[in-house]
């Protein structure tokens, strides 16, 4: 038995393994060569190693490219059809449900509203389960091509022991009165594939910070404007999550001491007063029967024709915001802010100038000088893809586990 903290050879192995198939899944293509250069590893090491990965089916290779005066490169990179993951974004109108191969294109998705059930939690997960069988479905892929389901969720999630495959997994949400509701559980009735479950900004932030606007940051805030509002805080590369996963419920800091009364039975909050649900509300000359989408869209079609109570209550909104970004810029002093979700991206280019210019009003100067405020550029469906990145990230981090 090998000591208690001293690596065996299969733990540097898999840790070979992993290090490559981060570098050619986010760097990639990239020679055997560039792999050596740019991990350390030796020569020797990278060949074993890609050759392995090649036999495993993980990684192909991809073309060439001519070196200094010697015969060309083979260039590598992951094999994207050699698994597949699904996303699940539970979200405040919908659950949508997506497949993707290792390269997170989509390949098929499910959308179901979820109607006059709200976030009945039986109901939800017969979305979930429904969503997931018919993307399958309609590919063709089998369970046993699906590294797993990653969901996106509102709330604060507790993920239980990690040996028990997703079962532990609890989440608490005043908001949608989800009190400890035993989410892995209840999936793990109706699924076999491994479970992973995080908030809906968090997902949304490792998204962005993988694949959009955060990009090459190490410090940022990802905020989530839907019908609620919520924040990823990205510390030195990593979730800040807090000491019991709850760090980014930022659209529950207050803005009025005593104001309007917001979805979680508290007053004041910053989502009472910027999120979908409380603009359509506060503006209250949406068409009737409307959806809360198109009840946003009127608003912001009604400000561009210069209706008064439009142009107000979405310049209150910018201000709102601007004052709420500087406090995360004097809280966290990120080097990015970037504002995601659907609501964020609908309203995001009429406000995005009033909201840097109350940032700049009310945050302290040197750190507001140092951090830019900027759209996501993911997409309204950026919940999705995050979400699905928790299997992949899983992967990743094992050197290439298929489960």
């Known amino acids: ?7 065996t050879v299969r733990d540097l192995r898999r840790g070979s393994r992993s290090t490559l198939l981060h570098r050619l899944y986010f760097e990639g293509p990239l020679s055997r060569q560039e792999l050596g250069q740019i991990t350390g590893l030796s020569a020797g090491s990278v060949s074993n190693v890609v050759g392995e990965l090649i036999a495993d089916g993980l990684v192909e290779e991809c073309g060439s490219v001519e070196s200094d005066g010697g015969r060309p490169r083979i260039l590598l990179q992951v094999t994207p059809d050699r698994a597949h993951l699904i996303g699940v974004d539970v979200g405040e109108t919908q659950v949508r449900v997506a497949l993707f191969d290792l390269a997170l294109t989509e390949l098929a998705a499910s959308d179901h509203p979820l109607s006059d059930h709200g976030h009945d939690v039986d109901h939800v997960v017969e979305l979930m389960l429904t969503g997931i069988g ?4 309609r590919t063709g892929i089998q369970e046993s091509q699906v590294l797993g389901v990653g969901v996106g969720v509102p709330g604060i999630v507790e993920q239980g022991d990690p040996g028990r495959n997703g079962l532990g997994i609890v989440v608490h949400s005043q908001t949608v009165d989800w009190d400890a509701v035993p989410l892995g559980r209840l999936l793990r009735a109706g ?3 491994p479970l992973h479950v995080d908030n809906g900004a968090k997902t949304l932030g490792q998204a962005e910070m993988w694949f959009g606007a955060g990009q090459g940051a190490r410090h940022a805030v990802v905020a989530l404007f839907g019908s609620g509002v919520g ?8 979730r800040f999550r807090g000491a019991t996963s ?3 419920e930022w659209g529950h800091t207050k803005v009025h001491v005593g104001g309007r009364l917001c979805r979680c039975g508290s007053r004041g909050c910053l989502e009472a007063y ?3 649900e409380a603009l359509v509300e506060r503006w209250g000359e949406a068409p009737p029967g409307s959806s809360e989408k198109e009840g946003l869209a009127a608003l912001l079609a009604a400000a561009e024709r210069d209706e008064p109570s439009a142009v107000s209550l979405l310049a209150e909104s910018a201000e709102y915001l601007g004052a709420a970004i500087a406090d995360l810029i004097n809280l966290f002093n990120p080097e990015r802010i970037i504002i995601g979700g659907w609501a964020g991206l609908l309203l995001g280019p009429r406000l995005l100038p009033a909201i840097k210019d109350a940032a700049t009003s009310y945050a302290l100067r040197f750190p507001r000088a140092q951090t830019s405020i900027e759209l996501g ?3 309204p469906d950026a919940v999705t893809v995050g979400a699905a990145t928790l299997p992949l990230s899983r992967f990743l981090d094992s050197g290439g586990s298929m489960r």
């Not at 038995?1 to 690596?7: C, P, T």
């Not at 018919?134 to 479905?137: D, G, I, N, Y």
């Not at 924040?231 to 990593?238: E, F, L, Q, S, T």
């Open 231 to 238: 924040a990823c805080v990205i510390a030195d590369g990593a």
């Open 377 to 379: 550029r993911l997409g």
């Open 246 to 248: 709850s760090a980014g």
């Open 191 to 193: 699924t076999d594939l």
């Open 1 to 7: 038995m090998a000591e208690r903290g001293k690596q």
């Open 134 to 137: 018919e993307v399958l479905k």
């Open 274 to 276: 910027v999120g979908a």
